[in-house]
């Protein structure tokens, strides 16, 4: 394709001027450093202008089957052409790399930003959801990238609706010895540090799955701790032992819009592999709701669910599709 070139950003100066204007919006210096991609790059064109621009991982990236995987992310785009060009300036890359397939968009990590919103629908985008313009699914589909996964959010709509099976399975919980409480924001680094180690047990089978260092963890929840309500996150504990926890919060984009906040977010769901405390997860997500509900909400949304989890099943007792979005994959000439 003429009238592009692409290069790599040797510095963060060279990054931030290669990448103002429209492509600056979502732009993050220090957070796009943070994730140390193995390179970034822009494309240009004729008159030197950024038109795309992404960043590339393929060490540490994250296990797939025999393939070896490099990740597409950062991933920003003004036009169809600028995209495709760079995308497949960006798989030569990680072919030269030696791996055998591309995935995107991914900053490196599945606890960091990916998936693009390919099924929006009419709801608004809700606090921590990935947002794209609807056109980069199709940039990323034009330059021969196919669906790897699919992920969903759902709504529940009326949370004044009670599960009667929440009351009769407390007691199960008790009698086997499991306590559930409110998070404690006192004991912020604590709480998290528990919750870190849960975790790393709880989701290390999950697609896709790489560890994440017990700072950056703490660091992501440090950023929405001011918009965190401690009754919406509940943690199950056996003695000190955490054994499961959900973390739940309000979506404060609402109030950004001018509306009334009315709707919690049902972000992480995390339960030990144990078979004590087989059913715990969906019982916390019953039981947040109707917490949810005495706070005066009127609404939850189960958040950005991979379609083969486990989640999935326990939101579609509660909830109808709101969004859709997809992961894609690139096969790699070698």
Not at 3 to 24: P, V
Not at 63 to 77: C, D, M, P, Q
Not at 142 to 149: K, N, P, Q, V
Request: proline residues 6%; neutral net charge; contains cysteine.
């Amino acid at each position: 394709m003429k009238g592009y070139r692409c290069l790599t950003a040797h510095d963060a100066s060279q990054w931030r001027e290669a990448t103002e204007g429209a492509l600056a919006e979502s732009f993050d210096l220090a957070w796009l450093q943070s994730h140390a991609p193995d390179v970034h790059r822009i494309c240009l064109d004729l008159h030197g202008a950024a038109r795309a621009r992404c960043s590339l991982w393929w060490t540490q990236t994250p296990a797939y089957g025999t393939e070896r995987v490099g990740l597409i992310g950062h991933f920003a785009a003004l036009d169809e052409p600028a995209a495709r060009y760079l995308l497949a300036d960006a798989c030569a890359q990680l072919a030269g790399r030696g791996c055998t397939l591309a995935i995107g968009p991914m900053d490196g990590n599945t606890w960091r930003r990916y998936r693009f919103v390919s099924e929006r629908r009419s709801a608004p985008p809700f606090f921590l959801e990935p947002d794209n313009p609807d056109a980069w699914p199709r940039y990323f589909e034009a330059a021969g990238f196919a669906r790897l996964a699919h992920y969903s959010s759902a709504l529940t709509d009326d949370l004044s609706a009670r599960d009667p099976r929440i009351a009769r399975a407390a007691d199960r919980w008790t009698e086997r010895g499991i306590r559930v409480r409110p998070f404690e924001p006192e004991r912020f680094e604590q709480e998290l540090a528990a919750i870190y180690a849960l975790s790393a047990i709880s989701f290390r089978r999950n697609f896709l799955y790489t560890p994440i260092a017990e700072a950056e963890f703490i660091a992501q929840y440090r950023q929405v701790r001011s918009c965190m309500r401690p009754e919406l996150t509940l943690l199950a504990e056996t003695g000190e032992r955490l054994v499961g926890f959900l973390f739940a919060l309000p979506d404060v984009l609402q109030a950004a819009r001018g509306e009334p906040v009315d709707t919690v977010i049902v972000k992480t769901v995390a339960v030990l592999p144990d078979r004590q405390c087989a059913g715990l997860g969906g019982w916390m997500v019953g039981r947040v709701q109707e917490i949810a509900h005495e706070l005066g909400y009127r609404r939850a949304i189960h958040a950005l669910m991979h379609d083969e989890n486990r989640s999935r099943n326990i939101s579609d007792r509660y909830a109808r599709p709101m969004r859709g979005y997809t992961l894609y994959a690139r096969r790699l000439a070698p």
